[in-house]
């Protein structure tokens, strides 16, 4: 099985406003640049488009790892909480609805495919992919913002 690095990041100004992603996949000494955006979108869902989108070029199922400065993303995976959201209908334990529930869904179908282990970082702190994925979704978010 291949094993791709994946760099995520997401951005928006304001919250909901005009929203981008950025992510970078690592494969064989390569690198391919993503982006794209919304004209009105919260940050949340920017952060899991960026997984999403970059998850989806993948051809074949591969070994992922994914870092992403989002403890949305990487919590509600690594601690299980989105494959119970859609378990119980897409409520959370207090019963309220699971926010980004199509997004969720599109995604928790992506890692039955692929093996992927995710990984936090600080954002801003200098990660090369970080720093460049927040440029990419900054950039994203700005051409939605002028339209």
């Not at 949340?44 to 403890?71: F, H, K, Q, Y």
Request: proline letters at 4%; charged letters at 25%.
């Amino acid at each position: 099985m291949k094993h791709v690095d994946i760099y995520t990041d997401g951005a928006c100004k304001g919250n909901p406003g005009p929203g981008g992603y950025g992510a970078i996949l690592v494969y064989g000494g390569q690198e391919r640049e993503l982006s794209g955006g919304e004209p009105s979108t919260t940050n949340n869902r920017m952060e899991l488009m960026g997984a999403i989108a970059a998850l989806e070029r993948l051809r074949e199922p591969c070994e992922v790892t994914l870092t992403s400065d989002s403890r949305y993303l990487v919590d509600a995976v690594t601690k299980g909480w989105a494959k119970s959201w859609r378990r119980n209908g897409w409520r959370k334990a207090d019963k309220s609805p699971a926010l980004n529930s199509d997004l969720w869904a599109r995604l928790l179908e992506l890692l039955e495919i692929h093996r992927v282990t995710f990984i936090w970082v600080r954002g801003h702190v200098g990660h090369p992919y970080n720093e460049r994925c927040d440029a990419l979704a900054v950039e994203a978010a700005g051409r939605f913002a002028k339209e």
